[in-house]
């Protein structure tokens, strides 16, 4: 069955430093995607990105990055000198198109709290 | 950038009353779906909708839960008898071609009292 793991409920930490949240996923699927949203205090979900299951590659936009392992089934995110505007809870999430009407399956989300 | 628009942002309700949630999906798009989140925790999805029926519906979405396309361009959300626990953010997305993905509405905030 599908799942979304974010085991960290919340992590803290102070402004510059660099901070990586954890996506663990399970798929009957040899196709899917996976999502990381951004859900900031005014509650709207901002689309961070979008992976397909086929491209292993990882990504890099400015200060935040994506690894993604097929071995590990993970699809973490890593902040690179974190802002007091990162402050969010951020949710990850999967889809399998080919299996049903491609809804998403998101993770519980994790808080994270950048201090000044 | 075309936006899923929902409206209101935010609706208080007396418990046992009728609420439609509003939803104007990106024009060109064929996918339409309602999730939910309580809050502090997940979202949740509700029902999905394509070619003017429901194709997919969770457990959350019983018999209190409708869905239609009124006008071809609105896409809407009635719970008949709200209940405190329906009280949560809904979120309207919709989508093209589905392996892409869809975009998400702002949500509405459903209160009731």
């Known amino acids: 069955a599908q799942k979304v793991t974010q085991a960290q409920t919340e992590i803290s930490v102070v402004e510059k430093e660099d901070v990586t949240l954890d996506c663990v996923y399970e798929?009957?699927?040899?196709?899917?995607?996976l999502f990381w949203y951004k859900q900031p205090p005014s509650g709207e979900l901002v689309f961070l990105i979008r992976r397909n299951s086929f491209d292993e590659q990882n990504e890099i936009s400015g200060r935040y990055s994506w690894n993604f392992q097929k071995s590990t089934s993970s699809f973490n995110f890593t902040i690179t000198a974190s802002q007091v505007v990162d402050s969010a809870v951020y949710f990850c999430a999967l889809s399998e198109p080919f299996s049903g009407t491609y809804k998403y399956i998101f993770g519980t989300g994790t808080r994270l709290k950048v201090l000044a | 950038e075309p936006e899923v628009t929902q409206t209101p942002s935010h609706q208080v309700t007396q418990m046992g009353q009728e609420v439609i949630l509003r939803c104007v999906p990106i024009?060109?798009?064929?996918?339409f779906y309602w999730y939910r989140q309580i809050l502090g925790q997940k979202v949740e999805f509700l029902v999905s909708?394509?070619?003017?029926?429901?194709?997919?519906k969770s457990e959350i979405f019983d018999d209190q839960f409708s869905v239609e396309r009124p006008d071809g361009s609105n896409f809407t959300l009635k719970i008949r008898s709200t209940k405190l626990e329906d009280s949560a953010m809904y979120f309207c997305?919709?989508?093209?071609?589905?392996?892409?993905?869809?975009?998400f509405g702002s949500g509405t905030r459903l209160t009731v009292v």
């Open positions: 024009s060109n798009h064929l996918y």
């Open positions: 909708f394509y070619n003017n029926e429901i194709s997919e």
């Open positions: 798929t009957r699927d040899t196709t899917y995607y």
């Open positions: 997305a919709s989508g093209t071609f589905r392996p892409d993905g869809y975009t």
